[in-house]
């Protein structure tokens, strides 16, 4: 069976609420690997076929410092080979600059970046619908 990976950080419960769209635009005859990043390891994204990633921007237009930017150095040592991504976050007050900024890093480790998401204060409807077809997305591309 086929398998797909949603990481995430959420602090305020946007991110976490991009992330269970994604998951419900993944469902059907997919695996759905849905973690917070805490409980995550390398092994959530090599054995993936395809993989979502969250995070909140940071004041220095960064992903999260403590966990998320850890885990993800972690995966620099890894060739993923153009493995389907999606990138998903909020950036409350701040512009979604950050997301572009990750985008880049994750380029650079092999993954094709299908799609990003980004909210600002709250969820609207189209980026609930966006997040949802984006996890039908990295299915189609699976």
Same mark, same amino acid.
């Given at each position: 069976?086929?398998?797909?990976?949603?990481?995430?950080?959420?602090?305020?419960g946007?991110?976490?609420?991009?992330?269970?769209?994604i998951?419900?635009?993944?469902?059907?005859?997919?695996?759905?690997?849905?973690?917070?990043?805490?409980?995550?390891?390398?092994?959530?994204?090599?054995?993936?076929?395809? $993989?979502?990633?969250?995070?909140?921007? =940071?004041? !220095?237009? *960064?992903? /999260?410092?403590?966990?998320?930017?850890?885990?993800?150095?972690?995966?620099?040592?890894?060739?993923?080979?153009?493995?389907?991504?999606?990138?998903?976050?909020?950036?409350?007050?701040?512009?979604?600059?950050? $997301?572009?900024?990750?985008?880049?890093? =994750?380029? !650079?480790? *092999?993954? /094709?970046?299908?799609?990003?998401?980004?909210?600002?204060?709250?969820?609207?409807?189209?980026?609930?619908?966006?997040?949802?077809?984006?996890?039908?997305e990295?299915?189609?591309?699976?």
């Open positions: 069976m086929k398998k797909v990976s949603i990481i995430y950080w959420s602090n305020g946007n991110v976490e609420l991009l992330a269970n769209c998951a419900e635009g993944v469902e059907g005859e997919v695996e759905i690997n849905l973690k917070h990043v805490n409980d995550a390891s390398e092994e959530d994204v090599i054995t993936a076929d395809a $993989i979502a990633m969250g995070s909140p921007a =940071m004041v !220095d237009d *960064g992903i /999260e410092q403590l966990e998320m930017k850890p885990f993800i150095d972690k995966l620099s040592t890894i060739r993923f080979n153009n493995k389907p991504l999606v990138l998903f976050g909020s950036c409350g007050w701040r512009d979604d600059k950050f $997301i572009y900024n990750w985008e880049s890093v =994750m380029k !650079d480790y *092999g993954f /094709e970046v299908i799609g990003k998401v980004v909210c600002k204060e709250s969820l609207t409807g189209e980026e609930v619908e966006k997040a949802k077809s984006l996890g039908k990295l299915v189609n591309l699976m």
